[in-house]
């Protein structure tokens, strides 16, 4: 009797799931899943089909092919200015910001003084949406009574940091990467804590310096935040559109892939078959930025 009551009781712990516990589960998954297809994966799909169409949102929709294509390449001034401006956008926050990110959460792990009120502080802007920063960027930037030309004292010939299409982008750029800086900062920190302080101990039982137990030791033992982080970064640099629409509605050398589809889609013209085709090209633009870096991480993590 001691032999065969454990299998009993383990006969007793298996049981089929009664048609309640399906309907629940149907609920909870399937809830989910059609939010995800309607939102989402609907109207990728149907950006994708009106981009080779000619459509006022009204009338009837033509067949064109890839008419809207060879004029986005073509006769259409805004467009590659816009992708060369995405495209910058994604190195800077790339390069530039997340690289700073890092270092802020490497210093501040190390236990700093008021390491505390660092962290609140550099996090604070990423709970400001991207057109409060391009508001908070107009009264410090702008030429009338901005807080960097009273500064510098430049009240009779003010540099228009906002207009002047040679920097107005950079600065556009610095005043998202303000936000983006404190995002990646706190994901950073989250992973420094998770790292086992053994491994840190072991490089340097092994002689390994500060430099060289980071970038071998702890840095890839990150890599699933790593993930995160250039996912995050991709995501950001190529959905810019508040703080450029905010500032002088993404035009005279603010010109962004997202800020052109939606004046084509929601603008006056109605082009949403143009503007799809747009909406399609920042598309496969993010796609491709995302899945070469996560192939690139995936290799790595298998080496």
């Known amino acids: 009797m001691a032999l065969t009551s454990p299998r009993r009781a383990g006969r007793r712990r298996l049981r089929r799931f009664t048609r309640r516990d399906v309907v629940v589960l149907g609920v909870l998954l399937g809830i989910p899943v059609l939010l995800d297809v309607v939102i989402i994966w609907g109207p990728t799909l149907a950006s994708i089909g009106l ?4 459509w006022d949102g009204i009338g009837d929709i033509h067949w064109v092919g890839l008419d809207n294509y060879k004029n986005l390449a073509t006769n259409y001034p805004p467009f590659w200015p816009a ?13 530039i910001a997340t690289p700073f990110g890092l270092l802020l959460a490497v210093v501040i792990d190390r236990g700093v003084r008021f390491s505390r009120f660092y962290q609140s502080v550099l996090y604070m802007p990423v709970v400001l949406s991207l057109a409060i920063v391009g508001f908070i960027s ?19 010939d003010p540099v228009d940091w906002l207009g002047n299409a040679h920097i107005n982008i950079w600065m556009m750029m610095i005043a ?23 491994l840190k101990e ?8 500060e430099r060289q137990t980071f970038f071998r030791v702890v840095f890839p033992t990150m890599r699933p935040v790593n993930v995160i982080v250039g996912v995050i970064t991709v995501i950001e640099a190529l959905r810019a559109f508040d703080i450029v629409y905010a500032v002088n509605k993404g035009r005279n050398g603010l010109e962004l892939l997202s800020v052109l589809i939606t004046d084509n889609i929601i603008g006056e013209a109605s082009r949403i078959g143009f503007g799809s085709a747009i909406a399609v090209v920042l598309l496969v633009v993010s796609l491709g930025s995302i899945v070469t870096f996560l192939v690139q991480e995936l290799r790595g993590a298998r080496g």
């Open 51 to 54: 981009s080779f169409t000619a």
């Open 83 to 95: 992708v060369r401006h995405n495209i910058m956008w994604l190195l800077f926050l790339g390069l």
């Open 138 to 156: 107009q009264l410090i930037l702008g030429t009338d009574q901005g807080v960097v030309n009273t500064i510098l004292n430049n009240h009779e």
């Open 176 to 198: 998202a990467s303000w936000r983006h800086v404190g995002y990646v900062m706190i994901l950073y920190l989250a992973g420094l804590k998770s790292v086992d302080p053994q």
């Open 202 to 209: 072991a490089a340097s039982i092994d002689g390994a310096n």
